[in-house]
């Protein structure tokens, strides 16, 4: 399976970014992709990743609690895309964000992307 991301970038504190990433190919069908857990993790500078947001099929939806209240993440079943939107970012959500695909036991990374807030 190959999980295509794409946003990223430079934002002042307080500023907005999107992320989108896109699952395909990898045997699994759209019914597969549907029916697993998309979302995205990330990784800090000397740190482990971490959950940012998963998102089940239905709109069920679990946050790390740093990132409650300021980002959303949707998913398009349609396109095999989910999106996160992040709003009042903050110096410490810098990081390089991890698309990701949980299908079965099986986890799916994409190649990483990054983001960086300025205070």
């Known amino acids: 399976v190959q999980l295509q991301a794409s946003g990223g970038g430079l934002v002042q504190a307080g500023g907005s970014l999107s992320l989108s990433c896109v699952a395909s190919?990898?045997?699994?069908?759209?019914?597969?992709?549907?029916?697993?857990?998309m979302g995205w993790y990330r990784q800090a500078p000397g740190k482990q990743r971490a959950l940012v947001a998963l998102?089940?099929?239905?709109?069920?939806?679990t946050y790390s609690d740093s990132v409650k209240g300021r980002f959303t993440i949707s998913r398009d079943h349609a396109k095999n895309t989910v999106y996160p939107q992040m709003s009042n970012l903050q110096p410490m959500d810098t990081a390089v964000y991890y698309c990701?695909?949980?299908?079965?036991?099986?986890?799916?990374w994409g190649q990483g992307t990054q983001v960086t807030v300025s205070s």
């Open positions: 990701n695909l949980l299908w079965g036991n099986t986890n799916y």
């Open positions: 190919g990898g045997g699994l069908s759209s019914s597969d992709i549907r029916s697993g857990y």
């Open positions: 998102a089940g099929n239905g709109n069920i939806a």
